[in-house]
């Protein structure tokens, strides 16, 4: 038996034999100075138009077999095809240089992979793969390369590739391949998140480790360890047959909830939202079900580079959430810096007890224009989504006041640039502090929902730092007062007709469901994996 170490980026087990791919590449040639420029630039219009009806294909095929989020993938692909500084390279490469168009797409393909693979943030880096998935296709309909048949790989295989596109994973999952085990690659590449999504066991950066004399062997691979063996002895068989039967049972249980409304044996009707630390996770949000995203935590934003994100960066990426969640609701929380999350750029003064000093709400106070350039980018991309905007760690009345006459200065300026934005994004506040939860009588008058930060909430009521490990063993979310600070505010914000929800861990457990519930709670917002879950045990549940 032999042991190999990849990175999972898709849980689950896979057990079946090995089957090398080899991947066809087309080739490029250059053309020195092509004399009929026109004609050049049909070719490559016509090839990206035959891409567009590539990836059209590929939407409908995913849409048929494995349902519409799975298949949103192949629309961001169209967009980014049509993405305008793509377009103006290779056409201006066409144009100005005579270059031939496969070559110019390559040129560009080439430049915008290594642009991306300079940015910071992991999920900007990860779309470098993308880029060269899109130009590739592109290619293979200049030079008219063959397509490659994948759809013959016997069902039940483990495929080995040296990279994979998220066409690709589609056509494997209809192939019905148990697992796929890939040379290079990243954990947010849209392949790598379309394999989440369609539940095919994956691990990818395996390297050199998988050589081509295990070709045909049995192998079984852990997409959550990222650990691969090939020709395991009969105990690991075991081990993993038990573990693939107790996870196929509960999964088979959950799926029964999908695209059911979530509404209690006694009628009332509960919101179940996805958290979302980052982009990367938009399939997997999509895939699980959720109502919407009742938090998206913006701080990947700030975080993991030498400088604050500019107005138009923050745009593109809500603008890009908007569109894909497709009328869903998108509550995002403002910049939420301080404590245990800051960069050096921010040049925050080093503080004894962090979790109680600069962070949250007062950051953003303290910096008006900052928090101005998140808002603006906010309102602008309202246009093409259902926002909401949800602003962190409030104490006092003065604070939220503070906050509308910012928004109305937003509001203001976007409107003397002639700018669209929605005039009546609903605004609210995360609770989380036991001043908010006693003065929610007087907050609920303010804005138009609540959400309890249960995390926060927990750690200050208790007046136990999470982050200590002193006394981590003391850290109870199911603290009883937290139960009472939770009918206290529900009891307010129900008053004034406005909606709570809940967020961090608490919501997440299964256990207590229907007792937050039977307390008024409105909305859970969850992490994607827990969506079904919850919902089985709101559905389930005699609270009316």
């Known amino acids: 038996m032999i042991v190999i170490n990849g990175l999972g980026v898709s849980e689950g087990i896979a057990i079946g034999n090995l089957s090398f791919r080899s991947v066809i590449r087309s080739n490029i040639s250059r053309r020195y100075m092509v004399e009929d420029v026109d004609a050049e630039i049909s070719r490559y219009l016509s090839a990206k138009k035959a891409a567009h009806a590539k990836l059209d294909e590929m939407y409908a095929s995913t849409l048929k077999h494995c349902g519409e989020r799975e298949a949103e993938i192949f629309r961001v692909h169209k967009m980014m095809i049509e993405d305008d500084d793509y377009q103006e390279d290779i056409l201006n490469l066409i144009k100005a240089e005579h270059q031939n168009a496969e070559h110019a797409v390559d040129i560009t393909s080439s430049k915008f992979f290594e642009m991306f693979l300079q940015i910071d943030d992991e999920y900007m880096r990860s779309r470098a793969e993308d880029v060269r998935a899109?130009?590739?296709?592109?290619?293979?309909?200049?030079?008219?390369t063959g397509e490659e048949d994948i759809r013959n790989i016997k069902p039940g295989s483990i495929v080995f590739s040296e990279d994979i596109s998220p066409g690709e994973i589609s056509i494997f999952k209809q192939s019905g391949v148990a697992g796929l085990l890939v040379s290079s690659g990243s954990k947010n590449s849209h392949a790598s998140i379309l394999a989440r999504v369609m539940g095919i066991p994956t691990i990818v950066d395996v390297g050199g480790g998988i050589k081509k004399e295990f070709d045909g062997k049995n192998v079984i691979l852990d997409g959550s360890s990222g650990e691969i063996y090939i020709e395991p002895d009969e105990g690991i068989h075991r081990n993993f047959a038990k573990k693939i039967e107790s996870m196929s049972i509960q999964n088979i249980e959950f799926e029964k909830y999908k695209g059911k409304e979530s509404i209690t044996k006694g009628g009332k009707k509960i919101d179940i939202y996805a958290n979302m630390n980052n982009p990367s996770e938009l399939s997997e949000i999509l895939a699980s079900d959720a109502e919407g995203i009742g938090l998206f935590r913006t701080e990947f934003l700030y975080l993991g580079r030498d400088s604050y994100p500019s107005e138009e960066e923050q745009f593109q990426i809500y603008k890009n959430l908007g569109m894909n969640m497709n009328g869903k609701k998108v509550i995002v929380r403002t910049l939420d810096i301080g404590s245990d999350k800051q960069e050096k750029y921010m040049k925050f003064p080093k503080e004894e007890n962090p979790a109680l000093g600069y962070r949250g709400i007062r950051v953003c106070l303290n910096n008006p224009e900052i928090f101005k350039t998140q808002l603006r980018a906010i309102y602008r991309a309202s246009e093409y989504g259902n926002f909401s905007i949800m602003f962190p760690m409030i104490i006092s009345y003065d604070e939220i006041r503070e906050i509308k006459n910012l928004v109305a200065q937003v509001k203001r300026e976007l409107?003397?640039?002639?700018?669209?934005?929605?005039?009546?994004?609903?605004?609210?506040?995360?609770?989380?502090?036991?001043?908010a939860a006693v003065l929610s009588d007087i907050f609920a008058k303010e804005v138009q929902f609540f959400s309890i930060g249960t995390n926060d909430l927990t750690q200050y009521a208790l007046a136990l730092d999470r982050q200590n490990s002193m006394v981590g063993n003391k850290f109870d979310i199911n603290n009883e007062a937290i139960f009472r600070f939770i009918e206290i505010i529900v009891k307010n914000a129900h008053k004034e007709n406005i909606s709570v929800g809940i967020c961090g861990e608490l919501a997440n457990d299964k256990s207590i469901t229907e007792r937050l519930i039977s307390l008024g709670i409105d909305e859970f917002s969850v992490s994607p994996k827990s969506v079904l879950a919850i919902r089985k045990n709101v559905i389930l549940s005699n609270t009316k």
């Open 415 to 435: 409107r003397e640039k002639c700018m669209k934005f929605k005039e009546d994004i609903p605004l609210g506040i995360m609770i989380e502090t036991p001043a």
């Open 134 to 144: 899109i130009s590739r296709m592109i290619i293979d309909f200049l030079v008219g």
